[in-house]
């Protein structure tokens, strides 16, 4: 009988890339199954909810915003967009004994306009599933831009044409403000936002997932964190506005999130580590 490694020889290279990525598949969904199980209800690690802020008038100018505070603030549709997030909240977070999950346990909050305007919309709507009070994190700000703020994607493409496309292409390598780059600064300060959070969310004596209303680019990095992907990871997730994404920890204390999925407006599967490595991969593959 022909061995394994002569049968594998005779297969046309079309096959073999096929097995190859059949069994990279299986052992995904093994590997996702495995984390699934440290967060299926009953053996319930930390959950965090994280919202992004609603669409703001930098938003829809499409200006850099960065860290910006008092000018930025919400549109029409971006408070349109936090009313939903609360609208969302109430119908999910019922507080009757037939509910699985009946309030929010702990809430964080940038300490930026935007996102805190967005919180106070939302409250208005689910005010009986959040707690009275908001933990306002100075780790949770947006992205710091620095000389960029309030200017234009416009406007800086043309007076810095090189950064600009950096920031598109490589922005783990971008440096503002004469200081390290950016987004590693971003990526080192959402992993102590996630150590804060955690901390607060295992003493509080709510239960619940937590809520965290913050911003797209800290949405990102905050997602990339919990996972244990580098900063190179950046451009690799989206968080549009007033969406709500989830973040799963296991219990046995891990320094990664087990699991992520999107919750709001849109929903989708839970999603592993190693998913978002082979999607990376995959991406890297594409001409």
């Not at 320094?255 to 990376?280: F, I, K, M, N, V």
């Amino acid at each position: 009988m022909a061995s394994s490694s002569c049968l594998t020889q005779k297969l046309p290279s079309k096959w073999l890339r096929k097995i190859t990525r059949v069994t990279a598949s299986l052992a995904i969904a093994v590997a996702t199954f495995q984390s699934l199980a440290a967060v299926l209800p009953g053996t319930l690690g930390l959950r965090f909810l994280l919202a992004r802020h609603g669409q703001t008038t930098f938003n829809a100018a499409k200006r850099f915003q960065g860290s910006m505070n008092e000018e930025p603030v919400l549109t029409e549709k971006g408070v349109a967009q936090a009313r939903e997030l609360g609208d969302w909240l109430s119908r999910r977070f019922c507080p009757d004994e037939t509910s699985a999950d009946r309030q929010i346990g702990s809430l964080f909050v940038s300490p930026l306009r935007r996102a805190r305007q967005t919180l106070d919309v939302a409250r208005k709507v689910a005010s009986e599933v959040l707690p009275a009070e908001a933990a306002v994190l100075p780790e949770l700000r947006e992205i710091d831009l620095y000389e960029w703020e309030g200017r234009t994607q416009a406007e800086v493409n043309a007076d810095s044409p090189e950064l600009f496309r950096l920031w598109k292409t490589a922005a783990w390598e971008l440096r503002l403000g004469g200081g390290r780059p950016v987004v590693l600064d971003l990526w080192e300060r959402a992993a102590s936002a996630w150590g804060l959070m955690r901390q607060a969310a295992s003493a509080s004596n709510r239960e619940g997932p937590s809520l965290v209303v913050a911003h797209g680019t800290l949405g990102k990095a905050l997602l990339g964190t919990a996972l244990g992907l580098p900063a190179q990871a950046f451009r690799h997730f989206t968080l549009q506005n007033g969406e709500v994404v989830e973040v799963a920890w296991p219990e046995t204390g891990s320094d990664q999130g087990a699991l992520w999925r999107r919750r709001h407006p849109e929903t989708g599967p839970w999603r592993s580590l190693l998913d978002e490595q082979a999607a990376l991969r995959g991406a890297s593959e594409v001409p």
